[in-house]
């Protein structure tokens, strides 16, 4: 560029040279630059555009009327010296043209066109993985069979409990996308783990441009509980208490579900869970749905749905503090499954649709700031073995459990959230074959360690006192185990 620069500077300096030292009524000189190159020329060509006519620029009359004989004495000399710097100029300007490469042609610059959109350009990703180790280090080691967790017990080592990827976004302005596999799952039966199975392929259609109002189908969690919501990624304890989680296999079914929340409540939601401060996210101030009833990835058994209902409400007093209160209902019929207990096979005393199921529960959270607080509890109805495990019917159950936890931000070493939980249930575990009374009185210490954003250590002394639902009969055992996990997010 700089060449092209000093060769039209070179050219122009030596044509309006030419032109200034002239005489009057000396030839008059038209210019001519290329629109791509850049290059001055004195004829016309292909990318050249006309700059004007250059000719003497008169300084005074006085140097012209005192230098007019000299240049009439001159002119017969100066003409064709003009002559000869003139084909010498377009010589130059000739030759430095083909000197310099550019385009064959030249044409105005095309509109930008709009650049296509499409649905998956909306979309986006993240996920997390949990990686887990426990010991047993006291009680009744050999009989320690903790159906939540596959680490925990004899004879067990690793495990990778979750390793999930969620694809998410706004595909248009009233409909959103969620789709969450996770790849360490475990059917039911198999000694092989770490399956692909689905959690979560759902749309949300809103009605309004704010999404107030907003229709959930598909395979979703169902809307019964606040731990249950809560995200593992997000909760404090390595699992959800038997007492509220028994409710609902995987916290989720197929159905049609509606939500409606107030834009202000909406984004106070969200920032629950943006600020850290262990939010269930936003599952609606009001919701009601109804769903299939046999779990999550579970064949539909009879003709009858589930219905659920819920209220919630995070306050926000003036100082900042957040407390979140609700209640919640579940109804419909489950059908579950018997099997041999001691070489009989119990008979089910229920009507072709299965079992009345049946819950109602509240919840409250005082939001770790930094002190927080959180409890749950609910009394309900479902299919449970008898005493002599010969029948299965329905039988009450209740249950919960309160957590205590404190927020500590020790600045370049991360966040700790140091916390202790007691659980409570007695009921039928209805998921499990029998559906087999499981009574629950468990204590848990530990701390969650957030080194970063994307690295989470969690320890945890697990007093254990519980049933053994997996195996018949059914035995209890008492035991303590040391737990860990490391989580990584992406």
Not at 129 to 158: C, L, M
Not at 376 to 403: A, D, K, M
Request: charged letters at 25%; aromatic letters at 12%; glycine letters at 8%.
């Amino acid at each position: 560029m700089k060449k092209r620069l000093s060769a039209a500077i070179s050219s122009v300096g030596l044509i309006l040279g030419t032109s200034l030292f002239s005489p009057a009524g000396a030839q008059e000189i038209d210019l001519y630059v290329d629109t791509v190159t850049k290059q001055v020329y004195t004829e016309p060509g292909k990318n050249r555009v006309k700059m004007g006519t250059f000719q003497q620029v008169q300084k005074g009359a006085n140097r012209q009327d005192k230098k007019s004989s000299d240049r009439q004495a001159q002119k017969k000399t100066d003409q064709p010296a003009q002559k000869d710097s003139v084909q010498q100029a377009r010589k130059d300007s000739s030759q430095q043209a083909q000197n310099e490469p550019g385009p064959a042609f030249v044409h105005e610059p095309l509109p930008e066109r709009p650049k296509e959109e499409h649905w998956y350009d909306r979309m986006h990703i993240r996920g997390y993985t949990q990686f887990r180790n426990s010991t047993t280090v006291s009680g009744d080691k050999d009989a320690v069979v903790y159906w939540p967790d596959r680490s925990v017990g004899e004879d067990t080592s690793f495990l990778i409990r979750r390793a999930r990827l969620i694809l998410y976004g706004d595909i248009t302005d009233n409909l959103y996308l969620y789709f969450q596999p996770d790849f360490a799952s475990t059917p039911s039966g198999s000694t092989t783990g770490n399956f692909g199975q689905l959690r979560d392929a759902y749309a949300d259609i809103s009605f309004d441009d704010k999404k107030e109002f907003r229709v959930r189908l598909g395979q979703s969690k169902i809307p019964f509980s606040f731990e249950n919501m809560q995200s593992s990624q997000n909760r404090l304890a390595l699992d959800r208490a038997d007492g509220i989680n028994t409710c609902c296999r995987d916290e989720r079914d197929i159905g049609a579900f509606f939500y409606w929340v107030p834009a202000e409540i909406r984004e106070r939601f969200r920032e629950l869970v943006a600020n850290n401060l262990k939010g269930s996210g936003d599952y609606g101030v009001f919701a009601f749905g109804v769903y299939n009833g046999q779990g999550a990835n579970r064949v539909e058994l009879n003709n009858d749905m589930h219905m659920v209902a819920r209220v919630t409400y995070p306050y926000q007093f003036s100082n900042g503090q957040i407390f979140e209160a609700g209640v919640e209902a579940l109804h419909g019929r489950f059908v579950t499954s018997n099997g041999p207990v001691n070489g009989i096979t119990p008979v089910m005393v229920a009507p072709a649709k299965g079992f009345v199921d049946e819950r109602v529960a509240v919840h409250a959270v005082l939001y770790p700031q930094p002190f927080g607080l959180q409890a749950e509890w609910n009394w309900g109805r479902g299919p449970q073995l008898n005493g002599v495990q010969r029948l299965i019917t329905e039988s009450p159950l209740t249950g919960g459990y309160v957590q205590a936890t404190y927020k500590y931000d020790s600045g370049p070493w991360g966040i700790l959230f140091p916390f202790v939980k007691w659980q409570y249930y007695e009921g039928g575990q209805k998921f499990e074959r029998n559906a087999p009374k499981n009574l629950v009185n468990d204590w848990e210490l530990g701390v969650e360690w957030q080194v970063t954003k994307a690295i989470e250590l969690t320890a945890v002394y697990h007093m254990m006192n519980r049933t053994d639902v997996l195996n018949a009969p059914y035995e209890r055992f008492r035991a303590d185990a040391v737990r860990f996990q490391v989580q990584w997010n992406y």
